[in-house]
């Protein structure tokens, strides 16, 4: 009796992590998060003394991200209607600029100004909103053209000039800290008995903590929170997901589609007004200029997260994630003083990764997640193998460059400065030829195994990828004696997404019976 | 004159039926929208006006957008002006349209970025690299050695945000050799400059001085400052160009030296160089328009010289 109950309870918890996995990737928003995860730990290993995992430098990026953030979740609705807007960046700059301009040069009192900057974004969404929904114009084309009108639009009326410093009501939607005042009254000795205490706590946790507790973040979170609630109660909801999914099957069902079209593109245009007001809040002046390229953030982001750009599917949480994984992206990279260029690459590989982990979620296939763990050990044998494989290409590229250089002077070409810079001295040639013999056995035997789980990716049994990741653990051994023992982190991380690939075929099984019992 | 690139034909044609009185010259900008841009552009107008010449000034779409300004450099050539002053967006993107219009006989005056694998019959601009030298060694005064730096970057992929880079980060760490040098990377984007900093200056406390390539990061190096609280001096503020802002900033207490371009200069003296070349006289193949060290004792004198209330 007690024996059963306990394999009862034993089975039961194994259950219920593998019902936890299915419920956790039937979430839209799981590849970003995903991808956020995996971004966070590799950063926090590579900026060792500058911690990235910090509530502070978290809620940084949270701020950073407000602006665009919420232009991407107006988008998101748009998108969802199987729409687009790439008008968003040149919308948010414009109201950027003229919100300012009617602050400092017409005398407009901050809540006025705001109000206006609200109104143009309207406004402008209806226009978007009537050419689409009531002219059938494409969406593509009537926002293309908005993005050079409003662009346009917002130079000219302020001159493309910078307005000074705005009034500090405008903070109150980016750098405002709900806690200054009482940090201030603290410092001043204004408080007593519990705010005294109160007061002393903020004070001494300011930097590690409260300084970076703005205005930004809490509007960016609190908008999401409003809007899903809005989209999962609401009849407006349910028919941004019927027009995307369905338009003329919405129409006949009795839904007014041009009305709700016309809806959405105006709150995705007061979305990029309200972004640009956030934005505001933190910058140091109104200009023309801002949010350049912004519409295509927000896409990326709105993609990110896991929505359709063909509409019906999609939801916010996951363009949240998308959000902060681009500005995370940023924060990260430079916190780690990647070289710029390659921040670009890195950037871009980010954005396949976390497309890819959306793409292998949606197949629902036991045999791409398997690739796709497979691929992810291939990454790491690789990364494993460019810490002396690069050394070895420098030094062999360098040697390369020298001959080429020494044939032409030998022809008795003249040489371009650049071509000149490539001449080694006997020194330097001897040194590269050290670097290159020294870190040519290393690199076989890294690449050996690159090769190997390149090729399980493609064709294999379990008993191979045991084999495999006992290998990546050998591995560690005279990886470590030749001196790289900063591959070990990638070596362990490759056996462990082998070993877990060996689980996926009977997860899914499992999964699929869990699921006809619950039903 | 300023106008898009889908009005550059239609100008450039009424430019040409009046052009027997006044000869056309190209003046191809790299913003029209940017402050520092904005003052070039006005030299430029004004040497045109002084020089009884026609200019044709057309700036991007977008900053550092480069096939729009191939496309309108070609436009200019086949229709004939004078001579053409840009200011490229790609040192070596440009140089295929510059040896075409070289080679047709029409001068190119390059302005403050140089042209890479291409002869111009001058290149007017300040030397980036020599005054991001004395930007560094400047700036290295302002710190002690060993307190860690922020250097804002301009595009690594250009030759004026690769000289001003390199020339500062030499001489900086040439008088400071145990100061670490932050770097965040940006495309002149004032936005970048910002959201880089904050990251950095809220990761650690001890450093003491943020260095800009170009006055748009010091306002977003600024304005980082300010979100996290700082007051004008607690970090040290360091900026290039000599922008209106940022010299504001500086009578605030913000910035403690800024290495301004003559930008006006820029301008003007590109076009002047353009319309002799035009008339066939001779230019100096490098016209250095110089700089001014602009501190908190010498902001009055900078102010008063370009006109800044």
């Known amino acids: ?519 | 004159m300023n106008m898009t690139f889908a009005g550059v034909a239609v100008a450039a044609l009424i430019a040409g039926s009046t052009a027997s009185a006044q000869d056309v010259i190209g003046y191809i900008t790299k913003s029209a929208t940017n402050a520092g841009w904005m003052m070039i552009n006005q030299g430029a107008a004004d040497a045109a006006e002084e020089e009884g010449v026609n200019l044709v000034s057309v700036g991007p779409a977008f900053q550092g957008d480069l096939s729009s300004q191939l496309e309108v450099f070609e436009n200019l050539v086949a229709q004939g002006a004078a001579a053409i002053a840009v200011a490229p967006v790609d040192s070596a993107g440009i140089a295929p349209a510059v040896n075409d219009a070289m080679g047709a006989g029409i001068p190119v005056v390059a302005i403050d970025t140089g042209v890479a694998g291409a002869e111009v019959t001058s290149f007017v601009a300040t030397d980036n690299y020599a005054v991001a030298k004395v930007q560094g060694a400047v700036a290295a005064t302002l710190v002690e050695d060993g307190q860690p730096i922020i250097y804002v970057t301009g595009n690594q992929a250009q030759s004026t945000g690769q000289e001003r880079r390199n020339g500062f980060v030499e001489s900086f760490s040439a008088a400071r050799p145990n100061s670490e040098i932050l770097e965040v990377p940006t495309e002149w984007n004032s936005q970048e400059a910002q959201e880089g900093v904050e990251a950095i200056l809220n990761s650690r406390q001890d450093v003491a001085m943020v260095a800009n390539a170009w006055d748009g990061g010091t306002m977003g190096a600024k304005a980082a400052l300010e979100n996290l609280g700082f007051s004008a001096g607690d970090v040290k503020l360091v900026g290039f160009d000599g922008a209106g802002d940022a010299i504001a900033a500086m009578d605030e207490g913000w910035v403690h030296a800024n290495t301004a371009q003559m930008l006006y200069q820029m301008g003007y003296q590109g076009i002047k160089a353009a319309s002799a070349a035009a008339r066939g006289e001779d230019v100096s193949a490098r016209i250095d328009t110089g700089f001014f060290l602009v501190t908190p004792m010498t902001s009055g004198t900078y102010k008063a010289m370009v006109g800044i209330e």
């Open chain 1, 1 to 519: 009796m007690t024996d059963i109950s306990r394999a009862k309870a034993t089975t039961s918890l194994q259950d219920r992590i593998v019902l936890g996995l299915v419920k956790f990737f039937k979430a839209e928003w799981s590849g970003a998060f995903l991808a956020i995860v995996i971004l966070g730990i590799s950063i926090e290993l590579a900026t060792s003394g500058r911690p990235f995992f910090h509530p502070s430098n978290l809620m940084t990026i949270l701020n950073n991200s407000a602006a665009i953030g919420i232009v991407a979740g107006g988008m998101t609705l748009v998108i969802i209607t199987a729409g687009i807007d790439l008008s968003v960046g040149s919308v948010m700059g414009m109201t950027a600029a003229l919100t300012g301009y009617v602050a400092s040069f017409w005398g407009f009192p901050p809540y006025l100004a705001i109000m206006t900057g609200l109104g143009i974004g309207l406004a402008i969404g209806a226009f978007n909103g009537s050419l689409v929904a009531y002219f059938g114009m494409p969406a593509f084309i009537v926002t293309l053209a908005g993005l050079s009108i409003w662009r346009g639009t917002g130079h000219l009326s302020t001159g493309a000039q910078a307005t000074p410093k705005l009034p500090e009501t405008f903070d109150m939607f980016g750098r405002y800290n709900p806690f200054s005042g009482l940090r201030d009254a603290y410092k001043e000795g204004e408080l007593s008995g519990f705010w005294e205490s109160v007061g002393g706590f903020i004070d001494d946790n300011w930097i590690n903590f409260f300084r970076t507790f703005q205005m930004s973040m809490l509007i960016f979170i609190g908008f999401f929170i409003v809007l899903t609630i809005i989209i999962s109660n609401t009849r407006y909801g349910r028919w941004v997901y019927a027009i995307g999914s369905n338009e003329p099957g919405a129409r006949q069902a009795g839904i007014n589609t041009p009305r709700y079209t016309l809806l959405t593109y105006m709150f995705c245009s007061f979305s990029a007004a309200l972004g640009a007001l956030l934005f505001l809040g933190r910058a140091p002046y109104a200009k023309s200029d801002y949010g350049q390229m912004w519409e295509l953030d927000a896409i990326a982001a709105v993609v990110i997260g896991g929505t359709s750009l063909f509409g019906g599917r999609g939801s916010l949480w996951g363009t949240f994630m998308g959000v902060i994984l681009l500005k995370l992206i940023n924060n990260g990279l430079t916190l780690a003083q990647l070289d710029t260029f390659w921040q670009m690459v890195v950037t871009g590989l980010i954005i396949l990764v976390a497309v890819g982990l959306d793409i292998v979620r949606q197949s629902k296939n036991p045999e791409s997640v398997r690739k796709l763990l497979g691929a992810i050990a291939a990454v790491m044998a690789f990364l494993a193998l460019m810490t002396p494989g690069a050394i070895f290409l420098r030094a062999k590229i360098a040697l390369l460059e020298h001959g080429a250089a020494t044939t032409l002077r030998e022809a008795g070409t003249s040489l371009a400065a650049g071509q000149n810079a490539r001449l080694l001295s006997p020194d330097e040639i001897t040194q590269l030829q050290s670097a290159a013999s020294a870190n040519l056995t290393a690199t076989l035997l890294l690449l050996v195994l690159v090769l190997a789980t390149a090729f399980v990716v493609l064709k294999t049994s379990r008993l191979i990828s045991f084999g495999l990741a006992a290998v990546f653990i050998v591995m560690i051994l005279p990886v470590s004696l030749l001196g790289y023992e900063i591959t070990v982190p990638f070596l362990v991380l490759g056996a462990a997404a082998l070993l877990g690939s060996t689980y996926v075929h009977a997860m899914f099984a499992k999964a699929r019976m869990l699921d006809v019992n619950a039903r």
